[in-house]
Nanobody, 126 residues
């Protein structure tokens, strides 16, 4: 059974940092991508970053480049999203997801991801 579980969210002050974790289990991740998405109240879900399980290539939404870093630990089947210089507009529920890398192309399109975690809340506020 495929399972993704996020952790690490919480309340953080503007300018602060937080690291989200995603634990994956139940399947072999070769040729899959792990994506990070977020959904703020009243807004659509948006893809913010993804990483190839096989070769570690990464891709970022422009608005988080230089602030967020995605990484992985294949041995543990763990994936991370380090978020620095957080802003109030980063407040959202954050999700990890996984999907097969068709054409070996990294995408931030939620339709490219088949399995999702339940999300973890990140609130940026003073």
């Amino acid at each position: 059974q495929v399972q993704l579980v996020e952790s690490g969210g919480g309340l953080v002050q503007p300018g602060g940092s937080v690291r989200l974790s995603c634990a994956a289990s139940g399947f072999v991740l070769d040729y899959y991508a792990i994506g990070w998405f977020r959904q703020a109240p009243g807004k659509e879900r948006e893809g913010i970053s993804c990483i190839s399980y096989t070769d570690g290539r990464t891709y970022y939404l422009d608005s988080v480049k230089g602030r967020f870093t995605v990484s992985k630990d294949n041995a543990k089947n763990m994936f991370y999203l380090q978020m620095n210089s957080l802003k109030p507009e980063d407040t959202a529920v954050y999700y990890c997801a996984t999907g097969f890398l068709y054409g070996n192309r990294l995408k931030l399109d939620s339709n490219a991801y088949d399995w999702w975690g339940c999300g973890t809340q990140v609130t940026v506020s003073s």
